[in-house]
């Protein structure tokens, strides 16, 4: 009778641990989904960044997007976000690369953590200029594929010097 415990003991754990495996298996193959899913998303975004599409970003952002960039104060909505990059791509020709890090998907929010590249050329002449530095994103799963919600960043050049108080 022991032995007979023993074995249906067995059997369970080895099932259960089948049934964990598998579940696993389907969670980490959503999971891959997911993330191929934000990086054709990304492709999407840095060809419209790099082309000055500003119509193709409203499209991919959110409508209460944010954007938090160094030393000033948060983008707040969908119009705020169109206008800065139209002010942008007024004055420069853009040239944006990002690697991605990390990606973690839960649910319907994803984020991204990275570096990035970016050199803005002026349109009026001038010399280009070049910045890298980190980023980190928020993604929101809606009915029609993940779009930007957050969005913050920052540069790895060194402060500037504080002015002097003469």
């Known amino acids: 009778m022991k032995n007979m415990t023993a074995i249906v003991a067995v059997v369970i754990a080895i099932a259960l641990g089948v049934c964990a495996a598998t579940t ?3 969670a980490s193959n959503a999971h891959a989904t997911d993330v191929a899913a934000i990086n054709t998303f990304n492709q999407h ?7 000055g599409d500003i119509h193709a970003l409203s499209a991919l952002t959110d ?3 944010i954007m938090i960039a160094p030393n000033r104060a948060p983008i707040e909505g969908k119009a705020a976000n169109d206008e800065a990059n139209g002010r942008a791509y007024q ?11 990390e990606t973690v998907v839960d649910g ?5 953590r990275g570096t990035f590249t970016v050199t803005a050329t002026p349109k009026a002449g001038g010399t280009a ?3 890298k530095g980190n ?8 009915s029609g594929g993940w779009q930007m919600t ?9 402060p500037a010097p504080p002015l002097s108080s003469k």
């Open 63 to 65: 409508a209460d997007h």
């Open 129 to 131: 200029r070049s910045v």
């Open 108 to 112: 319907n929010l994803a984020y991204q």
């Open 135 to 142: 980023f980190l994103r928020i993604y929101r799963r809606q």
């Open 24 to 26: 696993t298996g389907a």
């Open 150 to 158: 957050r969005d913050m960043f920052n540069s790895d050049e060194p």
């Open 45 to 51: 975004y840095l060809q419209a960044i790099n082309a």
């Open 91 to 101: 004055q420069f020709k853009i040239d944006e690369k990002w690697m991605p890090i």
